[in-house]
């Protein structure tokens, strides 16, 4: 791969993740540290349905959310070390999820993001925001490309 092409990709990445960070940040009220956080805990609640592609695929559409009973709770210290931030600074993010109902702990098996949270209209929105990023991100990659060497 040559190195005009590297570069130009690693430029559209970086939009990417940007026009997502600016998207999750809106949800949480502008605390970017808390979206992070919440948005690791979601993907550790839902790991076990994203890597099964019939799950997956079940609970793929924008309708379809996950129930509960299949989230996994996942520990404050866990969500931590993932992020490689410090343990008080996600546990106080994490107590103030729990406190507006971001969250909720299940038992001392730690928390878990509700679906009804997940089905909310605010979260719906920043979903399909981050879709329309991910297709127009798919779209420069196949412009310059990228998607046609990948393999």
């Given amino acids: 791969m040559d190195a005009q092409l590297i570069r130009a990709a690693n430029r559209i990445v970086a939009n990417y993740l940007l026009r ?17 956080i919440f948005a690791a805990i979601l993907q550790a609640n839902v790991r076990p349905i994203s890597n099964d592609p019939n799950l997956s695929k079940t609970y793929g559409q924008i309708d379809a959310v996950p129930p509960d009973e299949m989230r996994v709770p996942v520990s404050v ?25 971001w969250c ?21 929105k920043a979903g399909m925001q981050q879709y329309g990023h991910l297709m127009h991100f798919l779209g420069q990659l196949r412009e310059i490309g990228l998607l046609d060497q990948a393999g």
Avoid at 20 to 36: I, K, T
Avoid at 78 to 98: D, G, Q, W
């Fill in 20 to 36: 997502n960070v600016e998207v999750m940040s809106e949800a949480a009220d502008g605390d970017l540290m808390g979206a992070l």
């Fill in 77 to 101: 210290n866990a969500i931590a070390e993932s992020l490689k931030i410090p343990y008080e600074t996600t546990r106080r993010h994490v107590n103030k999820m729990i406190k507006i109902g």
């Fill in 104 to 124: 909720v702990k299940v038992g001392t098996r730690g928390v878990i993001v509700p679906a009804a949270v997940v089905a909310s209209p605010a979260m719906l």
